[in-house]
């Protein structure tokens, strides 16, 4: 029974110290609004990479100097572009990125259009001129006819 009632106690004390903080969740909050510089597919918060721990040391840095989120979004973007943004703003430099995927795509889809026309046309059966035909008639014809 003791043993029951320490297991106990362990688990919640275990879940106790397992809730985040609220420094820690505006920390993951601000991470996983920030791109890996490294990784360029992973938020800050996801990435392994060492420059991920760098930055993310500096994100820590800015919060203990009582930097609001959005004076800790604005560094970062002056310090590396829009591009450490996991979602950029929409704007003249970012254009391609936000457009980009759709402009290939409808390029793809053009594409395959042409090449199933193309393909579709050179199926069709060719009109015979009217020496081709006879040409057609000859070769077909039994051997004696063409003595």
Same mark, same amino acid.
């Given at each position: *029974?003791? =043993?029951?009632?320490?297991?106990?106690?362990?688990?919640?004390?275990?879940?106790?110290?397992?809730?985040?903080?609220? %420094?820690?969740?505006?920390?993951?909050?601000?991470?996983?609004? &920030?791109? @890996?510089?490294? @990784?360029?597919?992973?938020?800050?918060?996801?990435?392994?990479?060492?420059?991920?721990? $760098?930055?993310?040391?500096?994100? =820590?840095?800015? *919060?203990?100097?009582?930097?609001? $989120?959005?004076?800790?979004?604005?560094?970062?973007?002056?310090?590396?572009? $829009?591009?450490?943004?996991?979602?950029?703003?929409?704007?003249?430099?970012?254009?391609?990125?936000?457009?980009?995927?759709?402009?290939?795509?409808? &390029?793809?889809?053009?594409? *395959?259009?042409?090449?199933? #026309?193309? #393909? #579709?046309?050179?199926?069709?059966?060719? %009109?015979?001129?009217?020496? %081709?035909?006879?040409?057609?008639?000859?070769?077909?014809?039994?051997?004696? $006819? #063409?003595?």
């Amino acid at each position: *029974m003791k =043993r029951v009632f320490a297991a106990l106690a362990l688990a919640l004390c275990l879940s106790a110290l397992a809730q985040e903080t609220p %420094e820690e969740a505006r920390l993951r909050t601000l991470q996983e609004k &920030l791109r @890996c510089l490294v @990784c360029q597919n992973q938020t800050l918060a996801d990435s392994p990479a060492g420059l991920a721990d $760098d930055l993310r040391r500096e994100l =820590r840095e800015q *919060m203990k100097t009582g930097r609001s $989120d959005d004076e800790i979004l604005n560094f970062m973007v002056a310090r590396y572009g $829009d591009f450490v943004l996991y979602e950029p703003p929409f704007k003249a430099t970012t254009a391609l990125l936000w457009v980009g995927p759709f402009v290939l795509l409808g &390029l793809a889809l053009v594409a *395959m259009a042409m090449m199933a #026309r193309r #393909r #579709r046309n050179s199926i069709a059966e060719p %009109e015979l001129g009217a020496e %081709e035909r006879r040409l057609v008639v000859q070769a077909l014809s039994p051997e004696e $006819d #063409r003595r």
